[in-house]
């Protein structure tokens, strides 16, 4: 199993959120944590950056993994429209 490091600002965000949303969020960053390479989780790659996208209804949540030390670093948690602006 894989071990959750939330960066500062995916933290923040997260806490801020209501609480059904918050729920699903980190139920299935659990279930990620679990099995990084589900089927059963909307997971793609990043297009022109490193690290794996996570779809959570409207949301997504921007993260990277290291395999060699079983850490998923969750970088960015964001509406749909607002996550992919630098």
Do not use: W
């Not at 059904?20 to 960053?29: G, Q, W």
């Not at 490193?50 to 079983?70: C, H, N």
């Amino acid at each position: 199993m894989y071990k959750l490091k939330y960066r500062r600002q995916a933290r923040n965000y997260l806490a801020r959120l209501p609480l059904k949303i918050k729920t699903a969020i980190v139920e299935c960053l659990h279930q990620l944590a679990k099995n990084p390479d589900s089927l059963s989780l909307d997971i793609d790659t990043l297009k022109g950056r490193e690290g794996f996208r996570l779809r959570v209804g409207q949301y997504r949540v921007l993260y990277t993994r290291q395999d060699d030390r079983l850490i998923i670093e969750i970088v960015k948690i964001r509406p749909r429209g607002d996550i992919y602006k630098r």
